[in-house]
């Protein structure tokens, strides 16, 4: 069983700057995608980046600019760089490892980011 676990998450002005980091546990097989989802009350769970084992990287348009996601294969874990916050990222974020062939599909606990002066 793979579990992961997110970190990162708070408080920061307009403006601001967080990273958040997510740590995958257990074994892990190639050919997946790595990333961040976000979710607020009465909206549905959004993309907002993610990374092929692979290499490829994809954006919502809303971050593209701003975030910046990077992975290490090697300690399972991704990142999130998120710059020039905005009060409309203010979301629970969650991380997700997912199988390119379907086999899995994981979800992190959620980690709280407010971004409010």
């Known amino acids: 069983q793979v579990q992961l676990v997110e970190s990162g998450g708070g408080l920061v002005q307009p403006g601001g700057s967080l990273r958040l980091s997510c740590a995958a546990s257990g074994n892990i097989f190639s050919h997946n995608v790595m990333g961040w989802y976000r979710q607020v009350p009465g909206k549905s769970r959004e993309l907002v980046a993610v990374?092929?084992?692979?290499?490829?990287?994809k954006y919502a348009e809303s971050v593209e600019g701003r975030f910046t996601i990077s992975r290490d294969i090697a300690y399972n874990s991704v990142y999130l760089q998120m710059n020039s916050l905005k009060p409309d990222d203010t979301a629970v974020y969650y991380c997700?490892?997912?199988?390119?062939?379907?086999?899995?599909?994981?979800w992190g606990q959620g980690t709280q980011v407010t971004v409010s002066s």
């Open positions: 997700n490892l997912r199988a390119l062939n379907g086999d899995y599909d994981y």
């Open positions: 990374i092929f084992s692979t290499g490829p990287k």
